[in-house]
């Protein structure tokens, strides 16, 4: 019979952790004094983490078969040590899909809305006339939404974007087609940020997508174009974005994420101008944590009895 023998970082229920046949797990911390002289090291064939500390505990389990993350994302994760080792490689980017979705229709609705602006009023007791606050709302039905990333978070964003009547196009070197897209293209990249009233990152972090969004690519835009990034802060060159935010490149963005967390109160960013940064916190929702216990179960069991893991990540 199939067997596991776990260590994991999350909080998982009893019912799982203690109640599947074939399975024994043990919680230890991301702190490496609560892993590194473990006794039962050699046990261990599997994993659950963050992707911080996966390359650490790597060195501590040497017959882990299957390392599951508890992110989407997996940049800091050595894939070559992966690979060497043939390491069955699954993330959670399923969990993480319709949350981050609606993140995006929300600050898509707070630009185009220009709901910061109604924030700041409400907090001066400010009612504004035409005059005063002339109208400049955008209607985003027939707007065009272009993402870049058509994978599986991409794919939630512009089903949700359809919902809504925008055009949506994606931009994704590996596919050609997606559910929710009108059109994937995978080159020119300028000349796809021109046709779009919205761009989303959604993209992981490579030697091809680091600062992708840069002064050429933030010039490609339309000067009336929001862009939104709830991808890695490695994405953009952020003295890029002050710039463009400054001079009237693009209309405005939303950060989810930075290329230093926490963002140091005394960062430029926090100024710029028509900018909306939010903690890293797109993904959060009240049933993240369900979801998150839900996919691991549901692995779990495949596992054991040899079925395709969900998410697994091909490297």
């Known amino acids: 019979m199939t067997t596991l023998n776990g260590v994991y970082t999350y909080s998982i229920p009893s019912a799982i952790t203690d109640g599947i046949p074939g399975l024994t797990m043990r919680k230890i911390t991301e702190d490496p004094a609560s892993y590194r002289q473990d006794p039962k090291a050699e046990q261990v064939n599997f994993l659950i983490a963050r992707q911080g ?3 650490d505990m790597l060195q501590t389990y040497p017959n882990v078969h299957w390392l599951q993350l508890l992110n989407a994302g997996f940049e800091k994760v050595d894939l070559g040590l992966l690979r060497q080792r043939s390491i069955v490689f699954t ?49 985003i039905a027939e707007k065009t939404i272009g993402i870049l990333g058509a994978g599986a978070i991409g794919r939630e964003i512009a089903l949700r974007a359809g919902a809504f009547g925008m055009h949506v196009i994606g931009y994704d070197p590996y596919l050609t087609a997606q559910e929710g897209f009108t059109e994937v293209v995978q080159t020119d990249l300028p ?4 046709r779009c009233d919205f761009v ?11 600062n992708i969004i840069n002064a050429q690519t933030l010039a490609a835009m339309r000067p009336t174009a929001f862009l939104l990034n709830v991808a890695r802060g490695d994405i953009i060159d952020e003295d890029a974005l002050m710039d463009a935010l400054s001079k009237g490149v693009i209309a405005g963005a939303a950060i989810d994420v930075t290329k230093q967390e926490p963002l140091p109160a005394d960062s430029p960013l926090w100024s710029a101008v028509n900018l909306l940064i939010t903690p890293h916190r797109a993904a959060y929702g009240d049933m993240m944590q369900q979801r998150m216990c839900a996919l691991i179960e549901h692995n779990i069991r495949c596992w054991l009895c040899g079925q395709p893991l969900q998410d697994q990540v091909r490297f």
Not at 99 to 126: C, G, N, P, W
Not at 191 to 194: A, E, I, N, R
Not at 200 to 210: F, G, K
Request: aromatic fraction near 8%; glycine fraction near 2%; proline fraction near 4%.
């Open 53 to 55: 500390t996966i390359n």
């Open 191 to 194: 000349g796809f940020l021109s």
């Open 200 to 210: 989303i990152t959604s993209l992981p972090v490579t030697t091809q997508t680091l």
């Open 91 to 139: 993330n959670a980017r399923s969990v993480y899909c319709s949350t981050i979705a609606e993140d995006v229709m929300t600050k898509i609705l707070v630009l185009s809305r220009r709901y910061m602006a109604h924030f700041a009023q409400q907090r001066e007791h400010f009612w504004p006339d035409d005059d005063q606050m002339p109208n400049r709302n955008l209607d």
